[in-house]
């Protein structure tokens, strides 16, 4: 059982006893939205994601909309706004159900706080699937379509030591840890997926943690915002690297790596090696410069439409397909997944990585 936050559980414990009760008189039925299956060619399939955090969420609206229509299907597609975000995506999944959609795809702003709205669809026969990040502490979630999150974390691990190894070749290293917004679930797949990679260095002292930060609570950055993370950053830096040199910084994302980046120039320290994820265009192009080291290509294309893939199956009265049955347990069930391979880029194969990528190929040459 390697993916899951336990925060998430905590949150909502009293909705927790509430859902499994629920569940125990449904039992464990995964997808099957009722005895009649498949539904009409045009029908509404609606797209609920959660606020513009990064780059892949401001490209999966676009697709979503865009596939869907060329699939033949109506689409919702909606953003959870910046401020109060878990109500907005509340409110915009119910809506959707009144609308009679006989899908929706969830990119959840907080893994927790949906079960109530994800029963309602159950309950109206829609099926829910939750789109890159999973949806916790609700047996209404039908499939989950997403890269390999433990994986990405796992990558980010490997690069950081690779990276500080190519500019220093023997440790001991210090480092500091970087986590993602504690609402979304694959903050803690990914810190999971990293640490089972890293705990082993650092169990053995090549590595270092400089201000002893270890715990995923202590390193979250909340909403996943750049200015949160430049913020710990400043300060690590004053606390703990007034002589000290830094080696490496765990970044979860492009975003933040980004920040952290911003912060360690800002002190007029040496760059260390930083990790990150999503390829966004800037952190492309800050690794073609040698600052970012490193980042992971999860093509939102091909997620979109693994997603959109998913939501033409059911229509035709099919069993979406999917590649993993047991990793993904979201505290009331194991959700049937389909699971896509993150790439690790480095400047090193940039080249051959984005070579498909009209936008980010041309930044490479
Ligand atoms: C996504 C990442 C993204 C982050 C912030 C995560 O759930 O998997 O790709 O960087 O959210 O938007």
Redesign the pocket.
């Known amino acids: 059982m390697r993916k899951f936050l336990a925060r998430s559980v905590a949150l909502s414990a009293v909705a927790l006893l509430a859902l499994t009760a629920c569940s125990e008189r449904e039992g464990s039925d995964s997808g099957s939205t009722g005895s009649e299956k498949g539904f009409a060619a045009n029908a509404l399939i609606g797209v609920a994601l ?1 606020s513009k ?2 780059e ?2 401001v490209l999966a609206g676009d697709l979503f909309t865009n596939g869907l229509k060329e699939a033949g299907f109506q689409s919702d597609v909606q953003y959870a706004g910046a401020s109060t975000i878990v109500a907005d995506q509340q409110a915009q999944i119910s809506a959707m159900i009144t609308k009679g959609a006989k899908v929706i795809i969830i990119g959840a702003t907080d893994a927790a706080q949906l079960s109530t709205q994800v029963e309602a669809a159950k309950a109206a026969g829609i099926t829910v699937i939750a789109y ?2 999973l949806i916790t502490n609700t047996a209404g979630v039908d499939y989950y379509v997403a890269y390999d ?1 433990f994986k990405v974390g796992q990558l980010q691990g490997e690069a950081l030591l690779k990276g500080m190894k190519e500019k220093k070749p023997t440790g001991p290293y210090t480092i500091e840890l970087f986590a ?1 917004s504690s609402d ?1 679930n ?1 903050s803690g797949v990914f810190f999971n997926g990293a640490m089972d990679v890293l705990k082993k260095e650092i169990d053995a002292g090549n590595v270092v943690i400089g201000s002893g930060q270890t715990d995923i609570k202590q390193v979250a950055t909340d909403g ?1 915002k750049a200015e949160n993370a430049q913020r710990r950053m400043d300060s690590l830096l004053t606390a703990s690297y007034s002589s000290k040199t830094l080696d490496g910084v765990l970044s ?4 933040l790596a980004r920040a952290i980046i911003t912060s360690v120039k800002g002190a007029n320290k040496p760059l260390p090696v930083v990790t990150g ?2 390829s966004e265009v800037e952190s492309v192009k800050s690794i073609m410069a040698g600052e970012q080291y490193s980042t992971i290509n ?1 093509d939102t294309r091909n997620l979109v439409k693994q997603a959109i893939q998913m939501a033409k199956d059911l229509q035709g009265g099919k069993d979406p397909e999917t590649n993993d049955t047991k990793s993904y347990n979201n505290g009331v069930k194991v959700v049937p997944a389909y699971l896509l391979p993150p790439l690790i880029v480095t400047k090193t194969n940039a080249v051959e990585a984005y070579a498909n990528d009209p936008k980010l190929a041309p930044l490479t040459k």
Do not use: E, H
């Open positions: 959660p955090t990064s892949n969420w890159d990040r999150n993602g979304d694959n996943w979860p994302n492009d975003t994820q999503d999860k």
